[in-house]
């Protein structure tokens, strides 16, 4: 396999194999111009250093070949009220009569399959539902049901709304989501044909944004020393609620000292469960496997909660969702996993959507009367989407604490967050890892936020399609610690493609990397080895909200700059503040046209 990006191909079909993007054979497409708006650049470069190596392969499907009357959705203008923009690429395909669809050629041998789709929302906010039929070498592989219901939330400044307003003056956001499905006992072969169609002559447009395809983990069985959540009455597959028996077990597991299994099957659960002892491990069947459906779309009554006595704690192996569809004005409380993580805690091939947050790790005070951290939190190999804020978010003196070879997708806030925020007197954040993940399809704030601490190392992050704001972002916009007691915060060979706003929530342009000042300072930042491509503003920027603090010690080296078709200024560095010291060494420009930097800035110094 050549392990390589081709950006705008102009011929073959765009896969994305974990990190990799890689040409492949493409059916003969049947349409003139189906390709022509990709044939500007063939530039490779290699791709295994940058992001996560997921177990999956991506068919975007604008590249495939079009069956029926289909309609490639595609933004030139890059306008981030199209819907086209919050597409992977900004486009996909849009199918508008039963029989329209796309085909493409397997790479790989595969039994399930995950695809990222649009549909239109209604006016009571409850969303349309739609019908896909895949067939594979001509046989059917049944139906994928798809519906709005989670989609679409609606934005006034930042202030976030369930529905559209009667002037339809608010900003639509989160307009995809997915769908998966395991073929238990069926195999797509590498090289077959798949097709995926619209079922339903149902006046309802469809989009296609991409498929996934892979071949799912076999079952994990049940260890030994360990409880099954079945012993204690839960039955899978039978859609009633199984919330007292995983109560149940969660108690006898924690006090006996054994290790909880969850097997196959969708288990539901009416509430939100809470664990709060040492030592507690929660084992499923696999992604593909285990499902825990949160069934309540009320506040507070979902996902896991980690009292503050919490610690040695372990998820893995499952996957979860929920019917949350409102952040309920920012206080939810309805997050995939929450609260104290104490001490050498992990969330380990946890593939979970559809709440407030996946991850919020934070403080609290123990039953021995003392505070609580999060120290040595592992999540890794993980899939984390389609929430209505934050992906993950170290908060609160987390500290010495990673998020590693993971996938970040379609996430209403930062895809990762450092908040180290002083709350009861926290310690502050330091030495905290973000490194080998994919964070992408964003549709509010950043790919990666990092708001103050001291000593955190983000390196080979893919960030790409952040429309709405950076692709990274340093700020001391929120309380806390801040950067007041950094020595430095290393950056280190991360892509960002197509990451940066023309305009974000308060209307303001956003670097792919953008620096901005509030309460205090920002200082002490090395970035090295990055990359920076297609900005859809500058690629960097430094500004201030409404108090200019001074930014320094922001030290660049070998940062590779890359323009394309779809950057929106063509000046690489720009800042509206004045106190600003940063250095720009040993850069490498391609494709680049235009000014370095704003002829009016000082104290930024490029060679």
Known sequence: ????????????????????????????????????????????????????????????????????????????????????????????????????????????????????????????????????????????FGTLSISSHFMWQ?????????????????????????????????????????????????NVKYGIDFVELEKAENQISQPDNSLNVTDFGAQADDFNDDFAAFDAAIYAASTQHKTLYIPRGQFNLSKRLYVNTAGLHIVGAGQWWTHLNFTSSQPEQGGFLLGADTSDFHASDFYMDSNLTSRYNEKAGYKAFQGVFGQDSSVERIWEQHFECGVWATSDTGSDGTVKYNTNLSISHSRIRNNLADGVNFTNGTSYSSVTQSNIRGNGDDGLAIWPNNIGGARNAVHDTLSFNTIENGWRAGGIGIFGGDAHTIDHNLVKDTFAGAGLRFNTVFDGYQFTQNNAINVTNNYLLTTGTTADLSEKNRGAIDFETLNQEIRNINLEGNRIENSMQSAVNFTYLSQEKSISGIHFAHTEFVSGGIARSSVLVTSRANNVSADFDNSIYTRVEGEHKDSTVTGIHID
Do not use: C
């Open 1 to 140: 396999m050549n392990n390589t990006i081709r950006t705008w191909m102009n011929a073959g079909l765009t896969v994305l194999l974990g990190a990799a993007l890689v040409a492949a054979t493409m059916i003969p497409i049947a349409h003139a111009d189906s390709k022509s708006y990709a044939a500007q650049d063939t530039h490779e470069f290699p791709m295994n250093k940058y992001g996560a190596h997921m177990p999956y392969t991506r068919y975007e499907a604008e590249d495939a070949r079009f069956v029926g009357g289909v309609t490639r959705k595609y933004d030139a203008s890059m306008d981030p009220e199209s819907t086209e923009v919050e597409a992977s690429y900004q486009q996909y395909i849009e199918m508008e009569n039963a029989g329209d669809g796309i085909s493409f050629v397997t790479q790989k041998e595969a039994n399930a399959i995950d695809v990222r789709f649009t549909l239109p929302d209604t006016a009571d906010g409850q969303g349309k539902t739609g019908l896909l039929r895949v067939n594979v070498n001509g046989e059917d």
């Open 154 to 202: 609606y934005m006034e400044g930042t202030t976030v709304y369930d529905t559209q307003n009667a002037q339809a003056s608010r900003k639509a956001r989160f307009r995809f989501d997915e769908v998966r499905q395991l073929y238990n006992g069926k195999i797509i072969p590498a090289g077959a044909v798949v097709t995926i169609t619209k079922a339903n002559d149902d």
